[in-house]
């Protein structure tokens, strides 16, 4: 993890490589004669942590019986810590002062002594952190052993466990298996299929999910249906040569193992002998643990496609691995079910009781430690395992479930739990562990909203610049390489079928929480010991603290505050964040119950995600000017209703947040309100989001500045500001996502003019003219849009013919849309659509689904639809629904709909 750390110091030390900080650095040294190799020292710090970074990449970071190279690795990722504050500090010195240009930057240094001093100060750390890696470089080639490197006779090290669980699953008693059978099933009958291609079958799921023991079963009781067969462990580290040479070992039969000489083979002709042996043969093949495609393409031409029915089988943690078998041959092991789970766990942790049963002086705890397990195989394993040696009380239970983590770290009947889940963390590219760590800094269980996941991840700097894709997609990219090595689980999905929150199994949970305790990374802080916070750490989330917790800390690393608890006293909190951690990166309040933010705001220097979401926060100072390096201020559901000129200036801001809901019932006209805005943010080109503006000739006129928009709702918006709007929302070449509200019920909003052929979601909340859905916005851009919101419209046809263009429709939400007393759903319509919403029209007493309407849907919304008697005529056609809820319906209407699961399968729900 210390080459993480060094990736965050070559960050910052590349905030200086600008040209106007080099401009400025050498203006520095001119007046500063001691400082005249200030650029040089810069440049040569980058060149040794690069060096390090390389170094630490080709070692074994887990391997603790190599003491001085442990002691070494702490001393760097102090060291690069050390740097990345002091770094940062100068390079917002340097950047703060430019403005105004070179020359005038120069006078300020002669004018503002305290700012020369500072400069002077922030220098010298520079110049003695270089010494420091002087110093450990020669350090190193003293003291730390170099056989560990990866290319040693220990590279294997990581392996060690997954290979030592592959040779154990071949020898689990099938009584002490649980919960296999319908997967057993799948893949004996994926085996056995009548068609005699050779197929490819993958088994996935994340380590611990039992993969190896699921195969294992299937492959020892189906391998004599074969001619031959072959299992073989695909380490991280495997070589060609060696896969082939254990695949000719493993098929061979007893008589030909002495005849066949593989020693001095070179590779091709080890794979003639491996198409020889499989030529005109049935066979089967286990890959196991394998982790990247190319292992298999490397190999895949030796295996002979005769016809027969032959049939390789992989098992994998990763998801593009498991791509490798078509789709139907696929299966993805999720957690075991709660029954399941209590059955082994209570096989391994009672194996001599009567049908090991679970003493009722222990179940209490023993259903906790189960929970904890989340359904993964091998932590009920191994819990199991721990407790069945350990003392049958409910205090020793009780302590083993509240030091799970510690136990993780110090039990070795634990290590083949940990290295396995340890194994899936050094697998991980290293641009990915700091995401991945950050992630249990949360709850357990909680569930981690996407969008502000990927926004507090591009403010620690954990995402790269790749080609001309924002920050945004990147780290989107990031999470869903977390999801596919199955690090990280999807919780729910969106309309679109984007990942929209996502969560963390409890036990890998554990495992990142030991790991950021021990590099330092961060603390979730879950208890009122302030004492058992180290005063060093750089990530602090908490959860409680008692009344005087805040006044005993003293954090001047800090890095990150986040806030999951509103049960909180604000004054010393806040006092202890803006008088003690200068260096915030990450200042996230949401829903803590202060009144004002401090003047003291502006000494932040580092900001960049600022989140007072829920708070009953009035204004911002004028400081806010100063944070020069904020990219996130999420004001949402505060009671701020205009922002500070300085806002303005502000120049990396990327998404602002400041929306207001006024009626929480969300039954008037204006639910919600925007914000007033100074007129010179409209020059901030990095604004990504605005959510959400209010309206006024000047805002619609200047809005069209604002081209790198992807997200942008404006509330209060008027008949006469309609051409000015269309025209300015037209330069918005990359808008994904529009809401637009109008000031009243009667205001008609005249989009006619809008074209937006890439918007994915569209909110219409006034009133419409007829030709409105008949204009480029629906027939054009309909192809895109996904979610399509309408509100009020009014109309007085029926909208559907003209909305069943909109052919992508995963989400429509139609609210006082019709004046009308029928709606029909005719025969391929919204053929993607999955939920509809239909609200507030007060006329209408019928609606019908024809056969083949709405292929796709699986929930259907009604509220507050008075004269709708009936439950929709044909809702038996609808295949694929799942749910129907409604809310303030006629009286009668709730009896009906709870009647219709009688005639097919979903569930209703009355609100």
């Known amino acids: 993890m210390a080459e993480a750390t060094i990736v965050a110091a070559l960050r910052v030390l590349g905030e200086l490589t600008n040209e106007v900080a080099k401009l400025a650095i050498s203006k520095f040294s001119r007046l500063c004669s001691t400082y005249k190799n200030l650029e040089a020292n810069i440049n040569n710090i980058g060149s040794e942590l690069r060096v390090m970074q390389g170094f630490l990449d080709g070692i074994e970071m887990d391997d603790q019986s190599n003491k001085p190279q442990v002691a070494w690795i702490k001393e760097v990722h102090e060291l690069a810590n050390h740097i990345e504050d002091i770094v940062s500090e100068f390079a917002y010195l340097i950047n703060n002062q430019m403005f105004d240009g070179i020359s005038v930057y120069v006078t300020k240094l002669f004018k503002d002594p305290k700012l020369l001093v500072d400069l002077k100060r922030i220098a010298s750390q520079l110049l003695e952190a270089e010494t420091r890696l002087v110093n450990l470089a020669r350090m190193k080639e003293r003291w730390v052993p170099t056989t560990n490197v990866s290319t040693g006779e220990n590279s294997n090290y990581s392996n060690e466990y997954s290979y030592k669980m592959a040779i154990s699953a071949h020898f689990i008693d099938k009584d002490q298996i649980v919960g296999i059978k319908n997967n057993s099933g799948k893949l004996t009958s994926w085996l ?26 299937v492959f020892k009781r189906e391998k004599n249906n074969f001619d031959c067969h072959a299992w073989i462990n695909v380490s991280q580290s495997y070589t060609v040569d060696n896969v082939l040479h254990n695949i000719i070992y493993e098929i061979c039969k007893e008589g030909q193992k002495n005849s066949i000489n593989t020693g001095n083979k070179d590779l091709r002709e080890l794979k003639e002998i491996v198409v020889k042996l499989l030529k005109e043969k049935k066979y089967l093949i ?3 643990d394998m982790w990247d495609i190319k292992a298999f393409q490397d190999i895949r031409d030796t295996f002979v496609n005769d016809h027969r029915g032959s049939r390789i089988m992989i098992t994998s943690r990763i998801a593009n691995v498991a791509s490798l078998a078509p789709e139907r041959n696929r299966l993805e092991l999720k957690r075991l079910p709660e029954l399941d789970s209590w059955d082994l766990f209570c096989k391994k942790a009672f194996p001599i009781e009567r049908n ?11 259903k906790e430690i189960v929970s904890k397990c989340d359904g993964l195989p091998l932590a009920l394993v191994s819990l199991g395992g721990v407790l069945s040696c350990s003392e049958k009380t409910e205090s020793e239970w009780r302590r083993v479930h509240d030091q799970l983590t510690w136990e993780l770290d110090n039990n070795p009947n634990l290590d083949p739990l940990k290295n396995i889940l340890n194994l899936s963390f050094k697998r991980l590219p290293k641009y990915l562990k700091n995401c991945f760590l950050h992630c249990s800094l949360f709850p357990e269980d909680f569930l981690l909203p996407r969008k502000k996941l990927l926004r507090l991840w591009i403010a620690e700097g954990f995402i790269q610049q790749k080609g001309r894709s924002t920050l945004e997609e990147v780290a989107e990219g990031y999470l869903m390489e977390l999801i596919h090595c199955s690090m990280l689980q999807i919780a729910k999905k969106n309309e679109f079928g984007r990942v929209k929150r996502c969560q963390m199994h409890d036990t890998v949970r554990e495992l990142a929480l030991s790991l950021c305790r021990k590099e330092n ?20 989330s908490l959860i409680k603290l008692r009344e005087t917790f805040m006044h005993d800390v003293c954090l001047p690393k800090l890095r990150t505050f986040m806030l999951v608890d509103d049960d909180v006293l604000s004054s010393p909190l806040l ?22 933010v401090p003047n003291a705001i502006g000494d932040l220097f580092n900001l960049r995600y600022l989140g007072l979401r829920n708070t ?60 007033s805005l100074p007129k010179g943010i409209f020059y901030l080109k990095d604004l990504q989001t605005i ?28 008949e006469n500001h309609s051409v000015e709007l269309c025209k300015s929302l037209s330069k918005m070449s990359f808008l994904s996502y529009l809401s637009i509200y109008a000031s009243d019920e009667k205001e008609i909003l005249q989009m006619e003019g809008l074209n937006l052929p890439q918007l994915q979601k569209l909110d219409l909340c006034g009133k419409l003219k007829e030709t409105m859905l008949e204009s480029p916005l629906f027939k054009i851009s309909g192809n895109s849009i996904q979610t399509l919101l309408l509100g009020w419209s009014q109309l007085q046809n029926d909208p559907l013919p003209s909305l069943s263009h909109c052919r992508n429709l995963t989400y429509l939400y139609l609210k006082r849309v019709y004046e009308g007393q029928q709606l029909i759903f005719k025969a391929g319509w919204f053929p993607k659509l999955k939920r509809l919403d239909l609200v507030l029209m007060p006329n209408l007493i019928q609606v019908e689904m024809e056969q083949g309407t709405m292929a796709s849907l699986e929930g259907i919304w009604l509220w507050e639809l008075k004269q709708l008697m009936e439950v929709p005529k044909g809702i038996e056609h609808l295949i694929s629904l799942k749910w129907m809820g409604c809310r303030d319906m006629p009286v009668d209407f709730g009896g009906l709909a709870e009647g219709t699961h009688q005639l097919f399968h979903f569930t209703c729900r009355v609100f």
């Open 286 to 288: 286990v890959l196991d």
């Open 616 to 675: 009953k926060v009035k204004s911002l100072p004028k400081s806010m000017k100063k944070l020069y390096n904020l990219q996130t201020l999420d004001l949402n559901c505060s009671q701020i209703q205009n922002l500070p000129d300085g806002i303005a200036e502000l120049k990396k801001l990327r998404h602002l947040f400041a929306e207001v809901v006024v009626d929480p019932t969300y039954r008037s006209f204006r639910t919600c309100t925007g914000i």
């Open 521 to 540: 990374f961060g603390l979730l802080h879950e208890d009122n010991n302030s004492e058992n916070i180290d005063c060093s750490s750089r990530r602090l």
């Open 691 to 718: 959510q959400a503006l209010e309206s006024n000739a000047m805002v619609v006129r200047e809005l069209g500045n604002l081209t790198q928009l992807r997200s942008f709702r404006i509330r209060n918006v008027k």
């Open 192 to 217: 056995n299929s009548k068609n005699l291609e050779l197929s490819v079958i993958s088994v996935w799921g994340m380590g611990g999910a039992g993969k190896t023991t699921l195969v294992t079963n």
């Open 356 to 366: 090991h049963e679970c003493p009722p002086t222990l179940k209490k705890w023993a």
């Open 575 to 596: 006092s202890m964040v803006f008088d003690k951690s200068r260096y915030l990166t990450v200042l996230d309040l949401e829903e803590l119950p202060i009144e004002t």
